[in-house]
């Protein structure tokens, strides 16, 4: 059974692979044909589009091509075949004589041609064709295609102009085979049906054609065409050119057929040699692995299994696993032991952030009415931390019998640290307060003791307001906290008061006191960003305009209710997504005294 199963491992690793070389094989051999097609396609395609277009922009050079065209096409056979550089050097001496200022044939315009006598246009376009047949020879000869030629297409048929050879070939007057002035042969027997003219020049002209050499025969050649324009703009002839591939497209098969057997063979030793590392190297000792493994689930005994893994050496990451897997049943043992008492730590301070949960809430006015026997005005607050303990608070006492003191503040961090610094910020400020003292010169005192030894930089925002009970006269401070939204007119607004920096980060900061008067019935919110921060699944925030249309929505409520509908309209936007500030809130409203 064992062994059956070792086989199947090595299969499931050989076949795959094997599977996957021999298409790798036949992909190859597919693209290095197909690549060796578009590459000798490419190379003969620019070769001949160079010497075509090299011939056609030396027929350009001639001032007057298109005459000289026309007037070889009409006249052909007066025109004496010499293909010779010492006539071609006689006749333009002869022509020089009757033309004034002759340079060279390329050299003469069409006006000059069109003055010309007929026996001095025979003799130009004698030189002409001599010259344009010598330049076609030397441009075959240097770049060696299989075929150049300049001809005119005309009812139908091809008109040669003049054909270039090679040293060894010959032109049909000279003995040869290749054409001259004035042979013609139709033109879909040398070109093609599928190859129509408007297809060889144009600006849209297609790049090269694969036809036959020859009408007769299944050789094929590789063929480009450069339209000659005259001075006008006027086509007069067609140069092509052409390159022979069927002997390199042999050679690409050939070079291919080489490179897939040799890839093959290759491909069948590594397959060998890869089964027999895949035996030694992977499948026996993953093996001896499972089977180690499987005693430890049953014996749980880490000592036997570090001794077993020990003896596997095979000096890759099978033994880096069996190590790692020593490692780990060590550790295993040790861990079991530990998570015992972890678990015990965890309850341990679970029970202690629960009690420090209850220290803080216990440390915040919590019992309300506040002050049963006052009737000069209604307090209501309510702070709910994002993580077991928070740093928000808020706290309200009274001076003396005439100076309610409220107060709401946010440190800057969560958690453990900002409730210890928000124990010490509440204090100082409570402290501080009784002492006397407008609400700035308060913040100004706590300032500078929160700031000495603040390493962790921590720092609290707070609002402070003083309430004069028996004339409604409010002093406060703000020390870079949330704006107030005061009620004096039927509804809330928010008050831009003018804010200072946040206690604890600036030792010389300075604070402003700043006073309004509430009359009977007006009221006061104050809350922390958490608030206004709260954000939906979408995490878009609450913001500030909603809390003001919760505020509006019941502008007389007492301040309880007030908190109640804030918190109702917080909850229902935010719906499932998770609390991630403090949400704390305090609202005031002041009745006045009686008479």
């Known amino acids: 059974m064992k062994n059956n199963k070792r086989r199947g491992i090595f299969r499931q690793v050989i076949t795959p692979l094997t599977i996957f070389q021999i298409m790798l094989i036949f992909f190859m051999l597919i693209s290095m044909y197909f690549l060796t097609l578009y590459s000798i396609w490419n190379e003969k395609k620019e070769a001949s589009q160079q010497i075509s277009d090299y011939t056609a922009e030396m027929l350009g050079d001639y001032l007057c091509i298109g005459r000289i065209t026309d007037y070889l096409h009409e006249n052909y056979e007066k025109i004496a075949f010499v293909y010779d550089d010492g006539a071609a050097d006689i006749k333009e001496r002869e022509l020089s004589q009757y033309i004034p200022g002759y340079i060279s044939a390329k050299e003469v315009t069409p006006e000059q041609f069109d ?23 030397k441009i075959k000869q240097n770049r060696k295609p299989l075929y150049l030629a300049a001809v005119l297409y005309c009812d139908e048929m091809l008109f040669y102009i003049a054909e270039g050879v090679l040293e060894n070939e010959g032109r049909v007057s000279q003995g040869g085979k290749l054409w001259e002035l004035g042979m013609t042969e139709p033109y879909s027997l040398y070109i093609g049906e599928s190859a129509k003219l408007d297809n060889l020049v144009g600006v849209g002209r297609e790049d090269a054609f694969v036809l036959p050499v020859f009408a007769d025969t299944d050789e094929e050649a590789v063929y480009t065409f450069t339209p000659v324009y005259d001075e006008d703009g006027r086509l007069v002839m067609i140069v092509t050119a052409a390159n022979k591939w069927t002997e390199f497209l042999i050679e690409g098969i050939e070079f291919t057929l080489i490179l897939f057997v040799t890839v093959t063979f290759l491909v069948i030793i590594q397959l060998w040699k890869t089964a027999r590392l895949l035996l030694d190297l992977i499948v026996r000792p993953i093996r001896r692995e499972q089977d180690i493994l499987n005693e430890y689930i049953e014996e749980k005994q880490s000592e036997k299994v570090v001794s077993e893994l020990a003896e596997i050496r095979t000096n890759n990451e099978i033994q880096t696993f069996a ?10 043992d040790r861990y079991t032991k530990e998570l015992v008492s972890a678990t015990a730590e965890k309850e341990r301070t679970a029970a202690e952030l629960n009690y420090a949960t209850k220290i803080q809430r216990e440390s915040l006015p919590n019992k309300f009415p506040a002050f049963p026997e006052r009737h000069e005005f209604d307090i209501y607050a309510s702070m709910e931390p994002a993580k077991q303990v928070g740093g928000d608070f808020y706290d309200f006492f009274l001076i003396d019998d005439d100076h309610l003191a409220m107060l709401i503040a946010d440190v800057s961090d969560k958690g453990v640290p900002a409730a210890l610094f928000m124990m010490s910020s509440k204090i100082l400020i409570a402290d501080r307060a009784l002492m006397g003292g407008t609400p700035a010169q308060i913040m100004e005192f706590v300032n500078k003791r929160l700031c000495k030894n603040n390493e962790a930089a921590m720092f609290v925002t707070v609002w402070l307001g003083i309430l004069e009970i028996s004339t409604g006269k409010l002093t406060a401070v703000n020390a870079g906290h949330e704006d107030p939204m005061i009620n004096t007119n ?35 919110f104050v809350y922390t960003d958490g608030v206004a921060e709260a954000n939906d699944p979408q995490e878009h925030l609450f913001g500030t305009d909603r809390i003001l249309t919760a505020l509006n929505n019941e502008p007389d409520a007492s301040p309880e209710q007030t908190l109640k509908n804030v918190r109702a309209s917080v909850d229902e936007f935010v719906k499932d997504a998770k609390q991630f500030d403090d949400l704390t809130m305090l609202c005031i409203r002041y009745y006045g005294t009686e008479g």
């Not at 003055?115 to 020879?137: F, P």
């Not at 607004?493 to 509430?518: Q, S, V, W």
């Open 323 to 332: 190590e790692n897997f020593s490692y780990l049943a060590t550790e295993l």
């Open 115 to 137: 003055t010309m006598s007929n026996e001095v246009r025979q003799l130009y376009a004698q030189v002409c064709y001599i010259r344009i047949s010598l330049e076609m020879d």
């Open 490 to 524: 039927g509804s809330y607004d928010m008050f831009h008061d003018k804010h200072g920096m946040a206690a604890g980060a600036f030792d010389k900061a300075k604070y402003r006191d700043y006073e309004f008067t509430l009359k009977k019935g007006d009221s006061i």
